[in-house]
Each structure stands twice: as C-alpha cells, then as structure tokens.
C-alpha cells in the first residue's frame, strides 16, 4: 500500500472523529492508559484511575466512615463498570478479531484514596495485513454513564511498541515518540497503529510516498553517507568484547537505528545490546562473544579473537585490561583480529617444588 494511501485513509478517520463523535468528557475520573504491545500482537493494558467528581468523593468517604466494606465494594463495582466495562465494550463492539481477557483475581485493584489499577490483556490487538501488522481497534471511545453517552477521555495514553519493530504509521501523530514508547495528551480515542518487522517492507512502503517533506533515506544510502567508527574493548578473562560504536554524518531515524541493532544482532553473538540517538548520531554499545583460540605454554597464555562486525568500519580502536597485553591487532574494517598475552609469574608450582627439593639434592653431594 502507498503511504499516500494511509495519508488519506487518516485524515479521513481523524475528520471523523470530530463530526460523528461530539460528546462531553466524562467527568469521573482522571485516567492515564498505558499498552505495552508485544511482538505477537497481543497488547497489555494497564489503566490508573483516580476519582475526581466532588459529589462521588464525598459520597465514598461519608459511606467509608460508617461501612467501609460496602464503600470499598461499591467503588470496586463503580470503577469495574465504568472504566473496565466501557472499555471492553469498545474493544469487542469495533473489531471481530480482539478478545479482551482478564487475570484470574479481577481486573481491577483498589488503591488508596479512591485510586484503582485496571489490568487486562487484548488478544489480536495488532492483526496481520498487506505484511505489516495494524492495529483491529482504533478510533473514538464511548463512555456509558447513567443513560448518558460521554467521550472516554483520558489525560495521558501511551503505547510501548516492540523495540525491533518499523513504525509505518501512528495516527494521529504522538506528541512524543520516542524508542518505539508513543505518547498522546488530553484525548478519548485508541490510535490507529501500522508497523513491520520486515525492513523490506517498510522501505518499500517509504520509498512509493511523495508526499513526505522529508526525503526517506534507504539503510543502504545511509550507511554510505555515515562515518563509522567503533572502539572494542576485549577482556579474555571474561570472554567478551564490549563495543561502542557511532554513526554519524546524515540525520538518523528510529528505522536506522533499528535496522543497525538488528544487523549488529545478525552477524555477532550479541549478549546485550542498547541504542540511541543523539544529536542525529546513532550511538550503539553492548557486548558480544568473540571466536577465540587459546594457547598456553610454561610461560605465557596467549588468546587470539576473531571478531566479525555488520559493517565496514572507517575507524576501529581495540583495548585490553592492563593485566595482559595486545602483542598484535588486525582489520580489514569489517574483521578484527586481537592477539592478546599475560605472561606467567615466575613462581609456578614447578619453581616451587624445585626450590623445595634442591636443598636435598645438593646434601646428597
């Protein structure tokens, strides 16, 4: 699909929004929505609500003082109908495809000072189409009160996408996004999400647009255009090679930023791996298990690692521990190879057990 096409199909659902769906907020509580969406497709909702209509606050606290259980029942079943009900409701009325599911004790978790936590799980959340995944549920959200239809207006909405994955579209736009985490202010809708985990994919969807005002820059033109440097730092004693490594020259995006952990992931054995960008630097450090060859004699110990990195590197620093010594480094830019030794102290137990019997040998002259 061109991305012309989700521009369109956007601004279509986005004036819809405003012209079918023109309600009060609801006046009940404050609510901050938080979804954590995993690679499968399954998002994980946890949902803060606190209190805040006067009349019901003091309607709760007047009833706390002479039945706290039934208060604490009463506002269980309040914020279960209203916050967990009206939700579910949405969810399974707009799409076929997602199943709400709840934890086995409830969904919903009181907490002081007429404050609760509502939990639960929607399966198909994000479903698979034309190869991306998208979200099966977006658009405005109704909030049933009392024969009263309300906007479900929240104060903050924020959705953790996977960290590998390629951000297509979010509409409407966050009003922050960052590392994949997308955040939305003072609304009372769900967004409507498109991503891939297939690089080829998102740079085909990329390359048909014409209408971005900025021009996408394929990871291929990207990494020609970068100076790439990177400093190794390798430890024998713990067999690991720590990395930082820095692309810098042209203005990154989160896609280059994935696309290059996901190659770093491809070629070495990654242990961990942490990116950012900074300054429209892309900065990339963690820790990976070289092949290693090792050697040992009466005198020394000697290691030999081969390193193997995702790319061609125009500046390559290689370090040790002080306790042993880089006899030798080699690069082509893309291969490393670190020769490291640590000489053995003088004192071996063949020294010692010398030392021991050389008085005996010297009375039997």
């Known amino acids: 699909m061109r991305k012309s096409a989700w521009i369109i199909i956007t601004f279509m659902l986005l004036a819809s929004f405003s012209q079918v769906y023109a309600y009060e907020d609801q006046h009940l509580f404050n609510i901050d929505i938080y979804m954590t969406v995993y690679p499968s497709g399954t998002a994980f909702v946890k949902i803060n609500a606190q209190l805040k209509d006067p009349s019901y606050l003091d309607y709760f606290e007047e009833l706390s003082q002479t039945n706290p259980q039934r208060a604490e029942k009463e506002f269980h079943d309040f914020v279960y109908s209203l916050i967990y009900g009206n939700f579910k409701r949405e969810v399974e009325e707009r799409s076929k495809e997602a199943l709400v599911v709840v934890p086995e004790e409830g969904p919903v978790n009181l907490g002081k000072n007429w404050t609760a936590v509502v939990t639960f799980k929607i399966y198909n959340y994000l479903v698979e ?37 390629y951000i297509i579209n ?18 009372y809708y769900l967004p409507i999400v498109v991503i891939t985990f297939d690089s080829s994919v998102y740079e085909a969807i990329m390359n048909k647009t014409t209408e971005n005002t900025t021009k996408f820059i394929p990871f291929d033109e990207f990494l020609a255009k970068t100076t790439k440097s990177i400093q190794i730092y390798y430890d024998p004693l713990s067999g690991l090679v720590q990395f930082n490594a820095t692309f810098e020259g042209i203005n990154a995006t989160s896609y280059h930023e994935i696309k290059i952990r ?7 054995d990654i242990q961990e791996i942490n990116s950012k960008i900074e300054d429209s630097r892309v900065l990339v450090w963690g820790e990976a298990k070289p092949k290693v060859d090792y050697k040992e004699s009466l005198t020394k110990k ?39 030794e640590q000489k053995k102290g003088i004192c071996g137990p063949g020294i010692v057990l010398l030392i021991a019997i050389l008085p005996l040998l010297t009375r039997r002259r």
């Open 170 to 187: 979010l509409a409407p736009k966050p009003k922050e996004l960052v590392d994949n985490v997308a955040s939305w202010e003072n609304g």
């Open 302 to 340: 000697t290691w030999t690692a081969n390193i193997t990195l995702p790319f061609e590197f125009d500046k390559i620093s290689v370090k040790s521990p002080t306790t042993v010594e880089i006899k030798s480094q080699k690069t082509d830019g893309k291969t490393v190879t670190i020769v490291v």
């Open 262 to 268: 996901e190659e770093f992931n491809k070629t070495m």
């Open 129 to 165: 189409k034309n190869q991306t995944l998208q979200s099966s549920v977006y658009g405005p959200m109704q909030f049933f009160f009392k024969n009263k239809i309300f906007e479900y207006s929240w104060r903050k909405l924020t959705i953790i996408l996977p960290k590998d994955a």
